[in-house]
């Protein structure tokens, strides 16, 4: 079992860099067999005077999604039109977690611009997932996910537009946070679907989420919807547990499309919950079934908009020995972007254009609203809701690049929560034919402490989240 971030904060206090320099070396020893990361990193040389304040979570390795900008160091959002940027200043994300002692190892690899589910829209080639090379570890944030559960990271950080750090979550067999929407900054995290994304964390347990979550969350002036309220103690707040919560379980991802066997495993956990000393009840979101199609609408429309700063000129990639402007933009666009990108601008592009604005942009905002109100009124007589993270364990590499809504399904099940600013985590909740699948927890706004709280108390009761895929298990520095 690999040691979580508390001990691992214990053996940096008493043994300085030697945290660091272990994952590292693991790093060097397995990345090739997964790709996972586009920038590896030397932790920096040991400071000879330790620093008056070293921070909560000193010496902590962490790899950042290559969504954040890192001064100094490449950020490629997993796109050839940022293959060659450096950015001149840090994501606000990894200021706080540089200023709470973290080392950062790297920055890992990701879907381009965050738009998949399998990691194979990367331009830097498709993450492998550890529990089968064969299989992708989801995506967007399938190289953070990967990563920690290969161990080559304790916790590293992702991004979640649509599921992006549940789904690979659930396929990798980690935990993955995604905070309430405003939670966390999004300064410096580049955008894909600004109402949408939420910067979040992959990790092995609750408690280790609630660790990194402490250090990440909180007010910033520069984010104009990061939300001004107080960060609670979320590693005291583990302790409160499951007694007493009232669950309600999500019955609509029951029954259509789901694994029967994914849903055997989830019935089995939310069991481990009842006997806990949760209360369950059954509970059904008339509107939920719309979450796909109203996504699909509204991110592509928020994409076409974000990602029209890349024209060559300020940004990125530009095309070479172009004689005007419009073709400027036309070649450096073209050669820039991957297919699934220019997908989404299309889309994008159509529907908010001029006539087809109200029948498509506006009746997709008026659904995410009804989609809102339902979760709303259901955690009005629940702690939390709860269901599986994803319709299937991992699928093969390949296997859905053809189809792209067959793509899209796989976040069925998380996407609305995204449409609704929830916060929702993933827990590994058992295997199905040798795969990992994950337990979806969603709570009501900014409760994440007694979301954290529940996961905790179920990964007390149960072993899923400390198994390691055969052949990169780790005994720990
Ligand atoms: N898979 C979804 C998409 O492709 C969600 C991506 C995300 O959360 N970044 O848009």
Same mark, same amino acid.
């Given at each position: ?6 001990? =691992? ?46 921070? &909560? ?16 160091? /490449? ?10 940027? &450096? ?49 992708? %570890? @989801? @995506?967007?944030? @399938? ?57 979040? *964390?992959?990790? /092995? ?27 609670? !103690? ?25 694994? %029967? ?13 009842? /006997? ?9 979101? %008339?509107? =939920? ?31 070479? @020995?172009? +004689? ?20 989404? *601008? ?23 609203? =009804? ?39 796989? !976040? ?14 993933? *827990? ?8 990992? *699948? ?20 179920? +990964? ?18």
């Amino acid at each position: 079992m690999k040691p979580g971030v508390h001990a =691992l904060l214990e053996v940096a206090r008493n043994h300085p860099g030697r945290v660091a320099r272990y994952y590292r070396e693991r790093i060097d020893a397995f990345n090739d067999r997964l790709n996972a990361f586009i920038t590896v990193l030397d932790p920096p040389p040991r400071a000879e005077a330790p620093k008056a304040d070293p921070g &909560v979570l000193a010496g902590l390795p962490i790899a950042h999604k290559d969504i954040f900008v890192t001064r100094d160091v /490449r950020t490629t959002c997993g796109s050839r039109m940022l293959e060659g940027f &450096v950015p001149p200043y840090d994501a606000t994300v990894v200021e706080r977690l540089a200023d709470a002692g973290c080392v950062l190892l790297g920055k890992t690899n990701m879907d381009e611009f965050a738009m998949g589910s399998s990691n194979e829209t990367s331009y830097f080639g498709p993450v492998r997932n550890p529990w089968d090379l064969e299989r992708v %570890p @989801g @995506g967007s944030s @399938g190289g953070s996910a990967a990563a920690v559960a290969a161990g080559l990271v304790p916790v590293a950080t992702g991004t979640d537009t649509g599921g992006s750090i549940r789904q690979p979550a659930a396929l990798c067999g980690v935990t993955g946070l995604k905070p309430t929407y405003g939670r966390v900054s999004r300064y410096g995290m580049i955008a894909f679907a600004s109402s949408l994304d939420q910067a979040g *964390i992959l990790a /092995r347990s609750a408690e280790d989420a609630a660790w990194v979550l402490r250090a990440m969350a909180g007010h910033d002036g520069r984010d104009s919807t990061s939300a001004d309220r107080p960060v609670p !103690d979320y590693v005291a707040q583990l302790a409160e547990g499951i007694r007493g919560l009232r669950i309600g379980i999500l019955e609509d991802c029951f029954d259509t499309g789901l694994d %029967p066997e994914v849903g055997a495993r989830i019935r089995d956990a939310l069991r481990v919950m009842e /006997r806990l000393g949760a209360r369950l009840c059954e509970i059904r979101l %008339p509107h =939920l079934a719309l979450s796909v199609p109203a996504y699909y609408v509204l991110a592509p429309a928020e994409c076409s908009s974000n990602l029209a700063r890349y024209d060559g000129v300020r940004f990125g990639h530009r095309a070479e @020995g172009v +004689q005007d402007l419009a073709t400027l933009y036309r070649r450096s666009r073209s050669e820039g972007f991957g297919t699934e990108v220019k997908r989404r *601008i299309l889309i994008g592009t159509y529907v908010l254009s001029h006539g087809y604005y109200d029948a498509y942009y506006l009746q997709a905002q008026r659904v995410r609203r =009804l989609i809102r109100e339902d979760f709303i009124q259901a955690l009005s007589t629940v702690d939390l809701l709860a269901g599986p993270t994803t319709p299937t364990p991992a699928f093969r590499l390949g296997e859905k690049t053809e189809d792209p809504l067959t793509m899209y399904l796989n !976040d069925i099940y998380t996407i609305g929560v995204n449409l609704a600013g929830l916060p929702a985590l993933s *827990i590994p909740a058992g295997f199905v034919r040798g795969l990992p *699948i994950g337990l979806h927890l969603i709570g009501g706004d900014f409760n994440e402490g007694l979301m954290l709280a529940a996961a905790q108390a179920f +990964q007390g009761a149960t072993e899923w989240h400390t198994l390691a895929p055969p052949g990169f298990e780790a005994s720990g520095p």
